[in-house]
């Protein structure tokens, strides 16, 4: 294989990667409250087979939800992932974690997210994230439309595709939640938008629900609203002899 600038796989620092995902597991924690998976979290795949999981992108969030449930879900494989090389020159860092710039909307963008996706993807030891729509999209935007470049990664590859659906909605507290749900593994390039919206749709009607006993829960954040209203509900509960529960609604589960 040719050699490739800024190869993130000989770039790729395992202690760095541990860090920055502990970083950003507390970020989760912190900024949601809870991340969550619709059951059924996620379906068997062939350790024998390139992965690569393709998103929606409804917000910012996005990359440091793939980590926490990469971590979650497929810790024995390494990730990997593309970004946009402007932003990356910014957090350079980011080159150290197995992130590999690419200049969207161009031809030497997309040939060297295909140049590099083939690298990565030549150990199926190793998988790549992607938010597939190439922009950032409501969740309920149809229809879904993707890049081209997921389905010609595939081709040359060999890879399998599994759409992730995320959305981050509000529900009874201070903090929104951080729903996921995964789709059905993909073979055939002709399917993957459909897919994905399959699992968009299956997570819209659950955060719909509001109900989180469909899905599992990865993480959970702080409960309540903290600062004084939090501290006089505390201090209500200890005069009146009471276990202090932070959350806005009495049942734990939520």
């Known amino acids: 294989m040719e050699r490739i600038d800024d190869d993130p796989v000989a770039l790729r620092d395992p202690r760095r990667v541990r860090f920055f995902e502990w970083i950003m ?34 917000g910012w969030w996005d990359p440091a939800v793939f980590l926490c449930l990469h ?39 997309a ?10 993807l030549s150990d199926p030891g190793r998988m790549i994230w992607m938010t597939a729509q190439g922009r950032f999209a409501d969740p309920r935007e149809r229809p879904v439309a993707l890049m081209g470049g997921l ?17 981050y909605p509000f529900w009874s507290e201070k903090r ?49 609203t903290g600062g004084v209203y939090g501290a006089w509900k505390r201090l209500h509960a200890m005069f009146r002899g009471e276990r202090h529960d932070p959350a806005h609604l009495t049942d734990e589960s939520r």
Do not use: C
Request: glycine residues 10%; proline residues 8%.
């Open 25 to 58: 597991a507390r970020q989760v924690r912190a900024g949601f409250r809870a991340l969550r998976v619709l059951r059924p979290s996620v379906p068997a795949t062939d350790p024998a087979r390139p992965l690569i999981v393709y998103a929606n992108h409804p």
């Open 71 to 109: 971590v979650a879900r497929f810790g024995d494989r390494h990730a990997y992932g593309p970004m946009e090389a402007a932003a990356l020159e910014r957090y350079g860092f980011m080159k150290r974690i197995g992130m590999w710039g690419v200049a969207p909307g161009t031809r030497a963008g």
């Open 111 to 120: 040939a060297r997210f295909l140049r590099v996706g083939e690298r990565v």
């Open 151 to 167: 389905s010609a990664l595939m081709g040359r590859t060999g890879a399998v595709a599994l759409p992730l659906a995320l959305e």
């Open 176 to 224: 929104p939640e951080a729903l996921a749900a995964f789709g059905t593994i993909q073979e055939d390039p002709a399917g993957l938008a459909e897919a994905l919206e399959g699992a968009m749709d299956r997570l819209a009607a659950a955060a719909v629900a509001r109900d989180p006993a469909p899905f599992d829960t990865v993480s959970r954040g702080a409960q309540g």
